[in-house]
């Protein structure tokens, strides 16, 4: 196994719910549980029953079986979702202005939003169909003021579905414009402690098909409601 699957391997083996986590690879990969089960040459229902854990836990065999059948799937349609991981992937890290978490089992947006007491500003139709692998919590000031566009990508962690949670903010504006300018987005972007969005930073949020929420929840409050996921 390379880094990336030993990574994967590492989070199924370590995981509380093992057969969640193979659940939410699966479906970063994007591949159909009947997709999957034809390649293993398995019955969907076995597939099921590992990610509901209703079977023991898998071993080491099961694990690398797996993941070999995640990257060959993508390999034959390309690697885009490979490459992107390779791209992005980092361990999940609390830097001087940023923290990175991805969850275990992926979360609907609209769940996201419910959990965080959130208000909706703009896009609510969207949140139905986003699905968030994680989160990163950014001190806004100093991530414009002091990240280069070439560490841009780090704010990612694994993957690119996930919600960014902005603190220090006064209007809004910054974040989203740079996330207007930026090559990669968020699937959502989260607004803490501010009484006001500014109009710009809803016409951008709007452009980009970005829901935008507020909530009056302080940082570590965020990360025990959202390490519960």
């Not at 996330?179 to 987005?185: L, Q, Y």
């Amino acid at each position: 196994m390379d880094t990336l699957q030993e990574r994967i391997a590492g989070e199924i083996a370590l995981s509380e719910s093992p057969g969640s986590t193979m659940k939410k690879w699966r479906e970063l990969f994007g591949i159909s549980q009947i997709e999957l089960a034809k390649h293993l040459k398995i019955s969907t229902s076995t597939i099921s029953d590992y990610e509901g854990n209703r079977r023991t836990s898998p071993g080491v065999g099961i694990i690398k079986r797996f993941i070999t059948a995640l990257f060959t799937i993508d390999n034959q349609r390309g690697g885009e979702v490979i490459r992107n991981l390779e791209k992005f992937s980092k361990e999940s890290e609390e830097g001087s202005f940023y923290f990175i978490k991805d969850f275990t089992a992926p979360i609907s947006g609209t769940d996201f939003a419910r959990l965080l007491d959130a208000k909706i500003i703009s896009n609510p139709n969207q949140l139905d169909s986003i699905k968030l692998f994680g989160y990163t919590l950014i001190d806004s000031l100093r991530v414009i003021l002091e990240i280069s566009p070439n560490e841009y990508p780090r704010l990612f962690g694994t993957t690119n579905e996930r919600a960014f949670i902005f603190d220090q903010v006064s209007t809004g504006r910054s974040p989203m414009v740079v996330i207007r300018v930026a090559p990669i987005k968020p699937k959502i972007v989260v607004i803490q402690n501010i009484d006001s969005v500014d109009k710009l930073a809803i016409k951008i949020s709007q452009i980009e098909r970005i829901p935008l929420l507020t909530t009056r929840l302080e940082a570590e409050e965020l990360k025990v409601r959202l390490n519960n996921i």
